[in-house]
């Protein structure tokens, strides 16, 4: 879409002069400049084409700009063309045009203040209406800060680590969140890393700070403080004024690298808060719209030819599915933007993007409803729907899980009982995550539902409490056991002692129910009836919980409220 090539000739017949002085981008770049505004150069790489000209230079450069195009071509100009800040009519996602800003890679509405005034001055028929911009947005009594990054990945990093850490991503990561077309990405990496400091891009360097950090942080073939480095590197990267500034493709990529990243490794709120940057990042851009082109960065034009409507899907899809495991098992609100976006993708073999995506539609009907029975029944549609979704990866097998047990607990909010349908679902949900959780702690993957979707499935069967649930105790205590074995942390050894310490305060409560079932006190005719019935034989608890503490002892007294809060 950004090719030269597809922009309209409107240049004159006739000779050109030499430009007395290139653009401030070539110029900076050294690259070759026509003079043209914008020239030839910044329109390929969709840089924002600007020169230090004097009022009067500029204003005779306007005349001529305006002779060229009129009000009309500019409301009517061709698709493929998409000339800076061309209204794009968005069809679905708002009933007004819209207007793209190439130059900021803002998709923004009509009804927005920013485009207020252009709007009023194409409807005027100016020649040169404002352009898209926030005027009077705030005082301005403060300056915007400056780029604060200046190191690149190549100066922290050789290729040949970098690249190990791609192939593991490429091998591991990319088959679940398929969202880029990695032989590509490869390639762009391979030139970032021989290209001169100078020419690197800030963008695509936070995306492949994030491929880097996720390849190691599956397979530690960087040593943890390196691996922090980029993390952080990448940080700086994203919240840095100057790069978020103007959003392209590439950011949107980096956020969900750094969603995944921050979902595997840090706190929920702060998983939430980086997927829901995401969600808002793709909704500035339009990417989530197929008809609007979109910035990619600076020094790339796009994915190869006929795929960019596939990445843009996968990129929706996949930022869409990650923002609803996070919020949904969060219990925070979920942003939606397309749900449609899977029905783009194309299929690839070994990927299961496309099951991520069914898995996540299912609940984006399990919004609020003001019947309680209704919304009982829709949960349990949507639990059914979720079960019937044919996943074959264990990972998805795990989230898949996840969603049921964070159904279960809005079920159990609205306190209209229990189903034996219900029960019946968490149960096939739980016991098809136990061997996935194994075979996957076996590779010494670290996908965080290993361990969420057990304990989860501890506290969903003793929540319901029934001999079915109960029934599945001990052999997903067995393999949390053989998880922590394998991932020998803090928090892992935390969810398990607190597992077990839930477990012994069920088998407590179950004794003292047991215990007001024992007949004392009755009289001498009564008395044959006890002889012939020994109560002490009389079993306290199901066999599992039982057994469970001849192995564990009871652990120590652990404060709930510090551990679920975190």
Known sequence: MSSSSHLPNTKPETARLRPRRACDECRKRKRKCDGELP?????????????????????????????????????????????????????????????????????????????????????????????????GYHT??????????????????????????????????????????????????????????????????AVISGIVALGSLFSNLLDEEKELQVVLHAKALLD????????????????????????????????????????????????HYNEVPVAYGAENTGPPPGHEGDERARITSVAQSLHVLIAYDYGKTITHLDPTACDRIQPRPGDFTLQLSELTNK??????????????????????????????HDFLILARAELCFAIHRRLRVLGLGLTGQQIKLIVAAGTAALPAARRLSAQHHPWWNITNALFQFICACLSVGTNETLANI????????????????????????????????????????????????????????????????????????????????EPPFIDLQTIFNI
Not at 158 to 181: E, N, S
């Open 39 to 135: 020239c030839a150069t910044c329109t390929h790489y969709e840089y924002t084409c600007q020169y230090e000209y004097s009022k009067a230079a500029r204003a005779s450069r306007a005349v001529h700009t305006s002779l060229q195009t009129s009000p009309t071509d500019r409301l009517v100009a061709p698709r493929e063309s998409f000339p800076t800040d061309n209204l794009v009519p968005t069809g679905g996602i708002e009933q007004l045009s819209s207007f793209l800003d190439r130059g900021t890679a803002r998709f923004i509405s009509h009804a927005s203040s920013i485009s207020q005034a252009r709007s009023l001055g194409l409807g005027l028929g100016l020649p040169e209406p404002p352009r898209l911009h926030s005027f």
């Open 140 to 205: 301005g009594v403060r300056k915007e800060p400056e780029r604060a990054t200046s190191a690149q990945l190549p100066q922290l990093l050789p290729w040949g680590q970098a690249r190990d850490c791609i192939d593991v991503f490429t091998a591991v990561i990319h088959p679940v969140f398929g969202l880029m077309d990695m032989e590509y990405m490869c390639q762009r990496a391979r030139e970032h890393w021989q290209a001169s400091p100078e020419g690197l891009e800030f963008s695509f360097d």
């Open 240 to 287: 840095d004024p100057v790069i978020s500034r103007r959003p392209s493709q590439d950011l949107v990529v980096a956020w969900i690298l750094r969603t995944i990243y921050s979902r595997a490794t840090s706190r929920p709120n702060v998983a939430w808060l980086h997927s829901s940057t995401t969600m808002n990042l793709i909704e500035i851009t339009g990417i």
């Open 363 to 392: 609940v984006f009907t399990t919004t609020s409803y003001s019947d309680p029975i209704s919304h009982q029944a829709q949960l349990l549609q949507a639990m059914e729907q979720l079960m019937e979704t044919t996943v074959d």
């Open 474 to 553: 001990q052999p997903t205590v067995e393999t949390f056991e053989s998880v922590t074995r394998h991932f020998n942390t803090h928090l892992t050894r935390e969810a398990f002692n607190t597992a077990l310490f839930l477990i012994n305060a069920c088998q407590k409560e179950k004794e003292k129910q047991v215990s007001f079932l024992q007949l004392r006190g009755l009289g001498q005719e009564s008395g044959a009836s006890q002889e012939q019935v020994d109560l002490s034989q009389v079993p306290i608890i199901d066999s599992p919980l039982a057994s469970l503490f001849e192995t564990y002892h």
